[in-house]
T-cell receptor, first 114, second 114 residues
């Protein structure tokens, strides 16, 4: 019944590895997002997709590549992981009219790069 | 450009006392404002939102917020704190011009003392 689900919940990996985080929503929303929350709890948008099309791409290293196979899924692939990538990554979704309804967030993926 | 400033990264209140969390925004167009709560190791949950209807907005768990355009503020209050209110609170802003992009403040951690 989870509205926005992310896997895995925890991810510990070594520097230089490539990893993926998956996100799925069952709310019928047409827009999905990735946010990064750093160690000071600051939340910053990374990407946004609307109906599988990239609409927001903030200043993010090109080692990060989102992929949206359909409007219910938005995955995040990270190449050549660095220590500074350690953070909690949140997936969220909204209707295109999300300005009025707000976002629904997943419970986050805590990535630790060692 | 839009931005949010939350005054006070930490707030400590006694159980039963008033909770007041301050949020000031900057937006060149009419804003839509949100408050989210994040419990430890969880995702963000929408508390309440202002979308240009009533300026006094009531949310879940007894919280409310008032939009004051003249002060560019959207402070969050709860008359009587409960132990379960201990969490991180985030104010966020967006607008139609921002294309659904939510910009978050730095968060305020609330500690409730018995």
């Amino acid at each position: 019944d989870t509205a926005v689900s992310q896997t895995p919940k925890y991810l510990v990996t070594q520097m230089g590895n490539d990893k993926s985080i998956k996100c799925e929503q069952n709310l019928g929303h047409d827009t999905m997002y990735w946010y990064k929350q750093d160690s000071k709890k600051f939340l910053k948008i990374m990407f946004s997709y609307n109906n599988k099309e990239l609409i927001i791409n903030e200043t993010v290293p090109n080692r990060f590549s989102p992929k949206s196979p359909d409007k219910a899924h938005l995955n995040l692939h990270i190449n050549s992981l660095e220590l500074g990538d350690s953070a909690v990554y949140f997936c969220a979704s909204s209707q295109e009219t999300g300005v009025l309804s707000g976002y629904t967030f997943g419970s986050g993926t805590r990535l630790t790069v060692v | 450009a839009q931005s949010v400033t939350q005054l006070g990264s930490h707030v400590s209140v006694s159980e039963g006392a008033l909770v007041l969390l301050r949020c000031n925004y900057s937006s060149s167009v009419p804003p839509y404002l949100f408050w989210y709560v994040q419990y430890p190791n969880q995702g963000l949950q929408l508390l309440l939102k202002y979308t240009s209807a009533a300026t006094l907005v009531k949310g879940i768990n007894g919280f409310e917020a008032e939009f004051k355009k003249s002060e560019t503020s959207f402070h969050l209050t709860k008359p009587s704190a409960h132990m379960s209110d201990a969490a991180e609170y985030f104010c966020a802003v967006t607008s139609k011009a921002a294309g659904n992009k939510l910009t978050f403040g730095g968060g305020t951690r609330v500690l409730v003392k018995p």
